[in-house]
């Protein structure tokens, strides 16, 4: 599986460098998903800018990550370029359950907006 993360202090890209997110990558990506998430990740973007084709197991890979950033910090989901991938997102209706962005750009300023805003409510909480 092919994949380059990029790790900054308040998040990390994951950028998948494969055109199949299938069932022979789905369980190689949910263990990569799992050590992120091990190795203190508080908020990941997931690019699928390479990504031309995903099957059920792809989708199950990807609610696995959407599931362990919950509790973590914030998942989005970016770069569905790909009519076939886009259309397979919303027949499963999981644009209504993911942060989907277009871009990575629009996917780092979300992700500092949704800190700043738990930052907010932790002061609150205080």
Do not use: C
Request: no cysteine; charged share 30%; hydrophobic share 40%.
């Amino acid at each position: 599986m092919k994949y380059s993360v990029n790790k900054e202090e308040k998040y990390s890209v994951f950028k998948l460098q494969e055109d199949n997110l299938n069932s022979i990558l789905a369980p190689k990506l949910k263990s990569q998903l799992v050590i992120l998430s091990n190795e203190g990740v508080k908020n990941l973007i997931f690019d699928l800018s390479d990504v031309k084709y995903v099957d059920s197991s792809g989708l199950s890979a990807i609610l696995t990550a959407n599931r362990l950033w919950k509790a973590l910090g914030s998942f989005v989901l970016t770069g569905i370029t790909h009519p076939s991938v886009k259309k397979l997102i919303e027949i499963s209706r999981l644009d209504t359950v993911l942060t989907i962005i277009p871009t990575v750009k629009e996917s780092i300023e979300f992700v500092f907006m949704e800190e700043l805003e738990r930052e907010i409510e932790s002061e609150d909480e205080d």
